[in-house]
């Protein structure tokens, strides 16, 4: 065909246009729809990435013992196509954080964790004067000093915080003390 249309131009031009139509996703009443070359991703396929993207970050935000984000599910409000993207972008940035900050802070995790079978159970305590609660046997003063905003929502002591909790607080105290409040444990992990 195309040799018959370099012979007769005309018979080129009464041919019926061979483009792909455009996508009905871009012709949806979108303000800026995309060129018909380039269709567009179906919404719910932007719902999707969203969900799978913020479950990963919220996943990757505990192992690295973060606080976690408050999250609504935005994208089921979310009215345009712009406003799933960058609900979209803004949790994928938040991945990348939380990634690398799991890569530097994994070590301390580890050591915690290591910490942690010394010292007793996540719904551990002690049957001592000061009290010591949870995992990584914390007393009253150090939840107060490194873990305020825990105790703050979520109440009682460290025995009754979820797993997260602990190591997000013990982070905190060995980020200022190192593992000094652990000193037999921590010597068991070979850590001092």
């Not at 131009?9 to 995309?34: I, Y």
């Not at 606080?67 to 803004?90: K, M, S, W, Y």
């Not at 010292?119 to 007393?139: F, H, I, R």
């Not at 939840?143 to 905003?149: M, Q, R, V």
Request: glycine share 8%; net charge positive; aromatic share 8%.
């Amino acid at each position: 065909m195309l040799a018959a249309a370099a012979a007769d131009p005309a018979a080129a031009a009464s041919q019926p246009d061979q483009r792909a139509p455009a996508s009905a996703v871009a012709d949806a009443g979108d303000a800026d729809p995309a060129p018909a070359t380039t269709p567009l991703r179906p919404v719910g396929s932007i719902r999707r990435q969203i969900r799978w993207t913020r479950r990963h970050a919220l996943r990757k935000a505990r192992r690295a013992a973060l606080p976690l984000p408050r999250h609504g599910h935005a994208e089921r409000r979310a009215v345009t196509r712009a406003d799933l993207v960058d609900i979209l972008q803004r949790w994928e940035r938040r991945l990348d954080r939380y990634r690398t900050a799991y890569a530097h802070r994994r070590p301390i995790i580890d050591g915690l964790t290591c910490i942690h079978t010394y010292e007793g159970a996540w719904d551990a305590v002690s049957d001592t004067v000061p009290t010591y609660y949870g995992g990584l046997q914390m007393d009253a003063s150090f939840e107060e000093a490194y873990g305020s905003d825990v105790l703050a929502y979520r109440g009682g002591h460290a025995n009754e915080w979820p797993r997260h909790d602990q190591l997000m607080v013990g982070v905190r105290g060995y980020k200022v003390r190192g593992y000094t409040p652990w000193p037999t444990a921590a010597a068991a992990c070979g850590l001092v």
